[in-house]
């Protein structure tokens, strides 16, 4: 047993560089596990400096000096936050508030076209069991939204922790964005001089990194706004959350489409019933969701490292336990680290034999 794992070891393990970055590994993993809470912050700035990162090299190759550039990206940024914050966020309270009002009306809704169905069909519903389900459904909604509201009436306090962050977090961003050629030199002076494993990893993983964060927001951002503008149009209501829920569902493949369809379908069911209103609205949310898989998605990630379904699938429940929504949207980037960590991995000889002492 002992010679087996000599083996491995040797291996996997026989170069010194591979070793040290597995201690590297292992010491960021333990820091942002055990002080995760504390670092969001400067997790969340280091995210967003790194987007805005490639909008600044742009502008530096069409001629513009550093500083200027990153000034200019630092203020159009903080001008969208400041346009999310002031413009965005009370226009989602209200409608989530309005949502949370309107339930009652909606299911009442639902038992009557319920009832409807039941006087059709008496075979496949009798009015026990009808009476009983929407019995259930309306302690569940009671329930539910006294939660919302105590919900929404406890988060005073991390309302004041936001807008901490909404202080720190941009001035983070900024010198991030200044002094990355300095905080990148003071890093590198710290790794090791031989670094050529870490190296390959990080030249690999850092096109597909740019790639997939810069293409995600941007394909939240088109997705939202195109469901926005068209639920307006078209006279949905709640058409802001709507939307929100929508951009957010394409950070989850595959299973974010289906679980945003629900929603969107019982909003739309409620306010224009089974009527040709609704069959509109799904047929639009449909070209959406078609036009961002078939076109929005290919012409955004061409360069990101396929990875099987499964793999994505599994990476997005992994990471987003761990780390909630912030692992859920970085668990195709991690899933590629590891993959472009394990094709690197410098192996040894099998003839490596353990010596003649082993046990």
Known sequence: MIKVLRSWFHKYFSDEEAVILLLLLVLVLALVINFGSALAPVLASLVIAYVLQGVVIRLKRLGMPHLAATVLVFLVFFSLTLASIFLLLPLLFSQTTELVKELPKMLNGAQAQIDQFALRYPEYLSQERISEFYGQIAT?????????????????????????????????????????????????????????????????????????????VLEIVIVGAATYVSFVLMGVNYAALLALLVGLSVVVPYVGAAVVTIPVALVSIFQFGWGSEFIWVMTVYGIIQALDGNVLVPLLFSEVVNLHPVVIIVSVLFFGAMWGLWGVFFAIPLATLLKAIIAAWPTASLAYDGGASDI
Request: positive net charge; glycine residues 6%; charged residues 15%.
């Open 140 to 216: 569940e909604a009671s329930v539910m939204g006294q939660w919302l509201v105590s919900s929404i009436s406890s988060s005073i306090p991390a309302l004041i922790g936001i807008l901490i962050y909404a202080v720190l977090v941009p001035i983070l961003v900024f010198f991030m964005l200044k002094d990355r050629d300095l905080l990148v030199g003071w890093l590198s002076r710290r790794l090791p001089a031989k670094r050529q494993l870490m190296n390959t990893i990080w030249t690999e993983a850092n096109q597909q990194f740019a790639n997939y964060i810069r293409g995600k």
